[in-house]
C-alpha cells in the first residue's frame, strides 16, 4: 500500500513545507555567501563549492564549517 498526501496529517504537511524552506533558505544563503567572497577567503576552489552546496541539508552546513580560512 502506497501512502499519499491524504495520509499525511495537516500538520505533517506544514513541518515539512517549513523544513524544505529552510533547507531553500540556508542554500540559498551559502550560495550568497559565496558569490560575495573572494577565492583567496574560501578554503578550496569556489566552483567546487556550487555541487557541495546543493547536497541536501549536508551541504550548505558543510559550507559554513570548513569552507573559511581560519
Known amino acids: 500500500m502506497r501512502a499519499t498526501s ?3 496529517s495537516t500538520g505533517g504537511r506544514v513541518g515539512v513545507g517549513i ?3 529552510v533547507q531553500f533558505a540556508l542554500a540559498g544563503l551559502a ?3 559565496l558569490s560575495h567572497r573572494s577565492a583567496a577567503q574560501v578554503r578550496g576552489p569556489k ?3 556550487v555541487p ?3 547536497i541536501n541539508w549536508i ?3 558543510a559550507y559554513f564549517y570548513v569552507h573559511r580560512h581560519r
Open 6 to 8: 491524504k495520509d499525511v
Open 19 to 21: 523544513l524544505g524552506l
Open 31 to 33: 550560495l550568497w555567501d
Open 47 to 49: 566552483p567546487m563549492w
Open 52 to 54: 557541495v552546496i546543493l
Open 59 to 61: 551541504g550548505p552546513i
